[in-house]
């Protein structure tokens, strides 16, 4: 039975990565700094070409622009646009890096970035000690129960950003709004007092503030605060407020102060477009170019183009607008939701896959997707490798899944290539022999071209004339694990760094057990990955205050290492050659 087990594990389970490595979530090597001089690079680039130039074929009245560009490098790696035959004469007629698009609900990243940046406020803060007219909102009866009525001092900051707040999803949104007889699909007569008699489209006015807060008590909670995530543009929209509360200004006076100024977001506009048509795509028939929300601008109005939103995603991803401790702190998942792909965070929507790269580990794209009328965009961050990945389009033919198609196929081209770029950047800076005579003291460090797992590979660890890891089990000492299995170790880097950057801690992670036994463990269990536990594992065995898994390199000038500092066996090591 045993046997049978052990072979339906090998055949049908996804190992947590790689030969049932378990690698700590995030980069396994260095991001890649120059990743455009790899020729893998070169190559998956002109693979997405060709790739585009197949999607745009059918795409005659519709607009699209994608580009990828990593931090460590000033221009970006892939650029492709494509301007339709079909045109809005009243837009430009080339669609190219600065072309300005609407954004939708990329927007959103905006108000709870200007959150984060003040301070003296906490996210778990109740937004009514900002926005205090919650309270007095009035439902359409004065019954007041929790079913129709929510505990708005119940909501936090955080609730709002991460869509937990259980509010309702919109406001300006409503079908009555839309000159139809909705009582031919069974839907009654409504009086004037039911609707909200503005949008900013279909000949009615904007949204105002004071309409806001006449009637959003109307709407219904749909969960209790920080049940299940329910997405909210309304949310957004109450952010906003906050900030204006918080900080004394208009909304979009300081998000351009705070945010567009500091990055030179100079075509990135909030409530109205930009000065020209001319300078955005406007697909024919477009009725929501020029449009205001009014407050809901806040959630899904802005307009920008390829330039500024590789800016806006490198800004965030080299800390420029928040502490690194904040970035990290907001670049982390919130809530999870019935899809096991997809994780959310205030706001982003986190994709999550293991199916990316060669080495098979899960890595977590911190994306924003944006939808109003024809326009359809998405903003990725990609923090183990530093990239920032844009795609803007709009037309008749634009969708959904029209950008998800295509953030699919630059995604699998491209982390690859990325991946091979990253590795061929450590091999000269870390790979080979590193020994001390004195001690009789050695470790080899590997990273071939077959070996697709991740990290660097430890071939040998070799202290005082003792093979360590042919004797792992024996520092198991306080540990009941079995003392007979295979032993397998990586190299991870962390983001420690001491001397200018000149000394980089690194952490070893010591899988035990062979790919067979680590399947047939995840087969045992009813959640996925049940053998990779790195995460609870990690710095565990320790002697003199030191942990056996800590490596700190020496690096020189051109941050190729020149030794290593094995902590708890209180050695160094030179490297050779």
Not at 367 to 378: D, E, F, P, R, S
Not at 433 to 456: C, F, K, Q
Not at 519 to 524: I, L, P, R, S
């Amino acid at each position: 039975m045993k046997g049978l087990v052990l072979a339906l594990a090998v055949g049908n389970v996804v190992l947590a990565a790689l030969n049932g490595h378990c690698p700590p979530l995030g980069p396994v090597l260095p991001a890649p700094t120059n990743p455009t001089r790899q020729e893998s690079v070169r190559s998956a680039v002109a693979t997405i070409t060709n790739v585009f130039q197949n999607i745009t074929a059918d795409l005659h009245s519709t607009g699209i622009s994608i580009a990828v560009k990593s931090i460590h490098e000033s221009e970006p790696l892939l650029e492709l646009h494509h301007t339709p035959a079909i045109l809005n004469t009243t837009g430009t007629t080339s669609i190219n890096s600065q072309t300005v698009y609407r954004l939708g609900s990329i927007s959103k990243i905006f108000a709870v970035l200007s959150l984060l940046q003040q301070k003296h406020v906490r996210m778990d803060f109740p937004i009514t000690g900002y926005v205090p007219e919650l309270l007095q909102l009035k439902g359409e009866t004065p019954e007041v129960n929790d079913i129709n009525t929510v505990r708005w001092d119940e909501v936090t900051l955080g609730a709002l950003a991460s869509h937990m707040s259980g509010i309702g999803a919109d406001l300006v949104n409503d079908l009555s709004s839309v000159p139809i007889d909705w009582t031919q699909v069974g839907l009654p007569k409504l009086n004037d007092s039911s609707k909200n008699g503005c949008a900013g489209v279909l000949g009615l006015p904007p949204c105002n503030r004071t309409q806001f807060f006449r009637d959003f008590g109307k709407r219904h909670p749909v969960y209790a605060p920080f049940t299940n995530p329910v997405y909210s543009n309304v949310a957004s929209v109450i952010l906003g407020f906050a900030v204006e509360a918080i900080t004394n200004m208009t909304y979009d006076n300081y998000v351009k102060q705070s945010v567009f100024t500091p990055l030179s977001m100079t075509n990135t506009t909030i409530f109205n477009g930009p000065e020209n048509n001319a300078w955005g795509f406007i697909p024919v028939n477009e009725t929501w170019w020029g449009a205001t929300l009014g407050y809901e601008d806040i959630a899904g109005g802005f307009y920008s183009n390829t330039v500024d939103l590789l800016s806006f995603g490198t800004g965030i991803l080299k800390h420029s607008l928040l502490p690194a401790a904040t970035t990290r702190k907001w670049l982390k998942p919130v809530s999870s939701t019935s899809s096991t792909g997809l994780l959310l965070g205030g706001p982003w929507e986190i994709h999550r896959a293991s199916t990316v790269t060669k080495d098979q580990r899960l890595i977590e794209f911190y994306c924003k997707a944006g939808n109003l009328n024809t326009y359809n965009n998405m903003l990725c961050l990609v923090p183990d490798y530093g990239l920032v990945i844009t795609i803007l389009s709009g037309g008749p033919e634009s969708s959904a899944g029209l950008v998800d198609t295509a953030l699919t196929k630059v995604v699998r081209a491209l982390l690859p290539a990325i991946e091979d770029a990253g590795k061929a950047e450590t091999r000269p800076r870390f790979v080979g022999t590193y020994d001390d005579a004195g001690t009789n003291s050695s470790l080899a460090l590997a990273l071939d071209g077959g070996d697709d797992a991740p990290g660097l590979a430890v071939r040998s660890l070799v202290v005082r004339g003792v093979d360590v890891i042919e004797n792992y089990a024996r520092y198991a000492a306080l540990s009941n694990s079995p003392k007979d299995q295979t032993v397998r170790v990586r190299l991870y880097p962390t983001n420690l760094d001491a001397a200018g950057g000149r000394r980089t801690a690194w952490r070893a992670v010591f899988d035990v057990g062979s790919p067979e036994q680590l399947a047939e463990q995840d087969a045992g269990a009813f959640w996925p990955d049940a053998s990779c536990h790195t995460w609870g594992s990690m710095d565990r065995l320790t002697y003199g205050f030191r942990s056996m898994d800590e490596f700190v390199f020496e690096l020189d000038a051109q941050g190729e290492a020149t030794g290593v500092d094995l902590r708890t066996f209180r050695v160094g090591l030179r490297r050779e050659g």
